[in-house]
């Protein structure tokens, strides 16, 4: 553990962690001796990542089995953890996902199901279930919420996760408010383009076609957004970070990107 960590031995539970950003994330934390609660829905993935931060980190890890689509399950699963995980001090609200290229009014409803379910309705869902305890025991907690650029700037072929991720942005704004009279931090976390499983989701398992969103372009990594999350998470309790904004040297925003 980090000796100039100011969370550990906190529990902290991260979404969507088999991969990507959540994983990252999930290992960045351990960095700084966070136990940490790791859900997402590859089970096999998720008890080797648990593997991995208890024998490197020698953190506590707990990993859950979760699809947080379902209000259903959130409640059950987060509802029934054992007691020395109940006290959740940081949440880090990752999953979510893209899905298809086509204009708005022709999106498949198994798409706009999908970035709502998971982007939306998962994102509330997850927070409903672990926000209320932080604020039944004055928690000096920290919730991030991973959002993007295309919150910000809506482009075509992706109007549909753009408006999810707008949402991110204003229910990340709306809970900073409702939290304002307790001790619990928001931060709403926007990445530009980094290189992960998203594409390939997007472009429905098509390598080639997620190849190509970041050739080019020095993409960011997973790690690079962890180390933003473990930054902010590090942070002094008088010092809240509203929004950030994270982008590759040669993309402004979502629309406007430099490829060489």
């Known amino acids: 553990m980090d000796c ?3 969370v550990g031995g906190k529990i902290g539970l991260v979404t969507g962690a088999t991969s990507g950003i959540g994983k990252s994330s999930a290992v960045e934390l351990a960095k700084l001796g966070v136990n940490l609660i790791i859900t997402g829905r590859r089970d096999s993935l998720l008890r080797e990542l648990q593997k991995e931060l ?16 379902n209000s259903g399950e959130v409640d059950s699963v987060l509802g029934a953890l054992p007691t020395e995980w109940k006290d959740i001090d940081i949440l880090i609200n990752n999953a979510g996902l893209a899905r298809g290229t086509a204009k708005v009014h022709l999106n498949s409803l198994e798409e706009i199901d ?11 869902y997850v927070t409903r279930a672990v926000v209320p305890q932080m604020v039944a025991r004055k928690a000096e907690g920290i919730i991030i919420n991973i959002g993007s650029v295309a919150g910000n700037i809506s482009y075509g072929g992706g109007a549909v996760y753009c408006g999810t991720k707008a949402a991110v942005r204003y229910i990340s704004d709306g809970l ?31 390598r080639d076609k997620a190849k190509k969103v970041y050739t080019g372009i020095e993409a960011l990594t997973p790690d690079d957004i962890a180390l933003v999350v473990a930054y902010i998470v590090n942070l002094p309790k008088n010092i809240q970070i509203p ?9 402004a925003d979502s629309v406007h990107k430099h490829y060489e």
């Open 4 to 6: 100039k960590s100011l």
């Open 243 to 251: 929004e950030i904004i994270i982008t590759p040297a040669h993309q």
């Open 176 to 206: 900073r408010i409702d939290l304002v009279d307790t001790p619990i931090r928001v931060t709403n976390v926007e990445p530009g383009l980094v290189e992960t499983e998203f594409s390939i989701v997007r472009f429905a398992g098509d």
């Open 114 to 124: 999908s970035m709502v379910d998971t982007n939306v309705k998962g994102l509330l």
């Open 54 to 69: 208890e024998t490197k980190y020698g953190v506590k890890a707990l990993p859950l089995k979760l699809d947080v689509r």
